[in-house]
């Protein structure tokens, strides 16, 4: 057996765990490229993870062996855990990993499916993409003006650094909505050019 049949095919893996008829959707040059980015910053952050899981590992082991309690390495805790999970929506997304209500378009053809799904990314993702990072920029701005630090003594400093993740987030979220539209409009597109033929 060879060293390539011994390791896991992700991709195949996914295929089978996710709706398959998602991936049906054909690529554009731009939805490549983007969905690319986010692949690979979705990979590289997800070492926060294992970081994550060794610090709360060293926390409990100080707190329980030597009675020793670190409010910054808690709260440091609690950032990873933010950045892994907000960063990681836009590679959900562009995975298909994410949650879906499909009960009244699950049997649809992907025709019906891919209209609603361009509606649904124009009327609700896009608009709250945009609300957040809105909302946030403000946020940051006055965090770092003030030179925000942890309320808690002992807490972390420059406050504005966890808050600027909000920012990074949902415009990578908006990215990896615009490749899904572009995939999405791009089957519309041909589907229609194949029935007028």
Known sequence: MSNHDNRLDLEEIEAKLSDTTWSALPHTTLSRR???????????????????MLLIVANALMRYFFSVNFIALEELQWHL????????????????GHVRVDALVEHSQ?????????????????????????YA???????????????????????????STIVVAFVLLALA?????????????????????
């Not at 807490?155 to 966890?162: E, Q, S």
């Not at 572009?182 to 033929?197: D, I, M, V």
Request: hydrophobic share 50%; with cysteine; proline share 4%.
């Open 34 to 52: 983007i969905e690319q980015v986010i692949e690979t910053i979705g990979r590289n952050i997800s070492f926060v993870w294992i970081l994550l």
């Open 81 to 96: 855990y933010a950045v892994g999970f907000m960063i990681g929506l836009s590679y959900c997304l562009i995975h298909d």
């Open 110 to 134: 992907l025709r019906t499916r891919a209209i609603i799904e361009l509606i649904g990314l124009t009327l609700l993702l896009f608009p709250f993409c945009f609300i957040v990072i809105d």
């Open 137 to 163: 920029i403000p946020f940051i701005s006055r965090a770092y003006q003030l030179n925000e630090v942890s309320s808690a003594p002992g807490g972390l400093p420059m406050r504005w650094l966890i808050k």
């Open 177 to 197: 909505a615009f490749s899904r539209w572009l995939r999405s409009l791009a089957f519309l597109r041909q589907s229609h050019s194949r029935t007028s033929a």
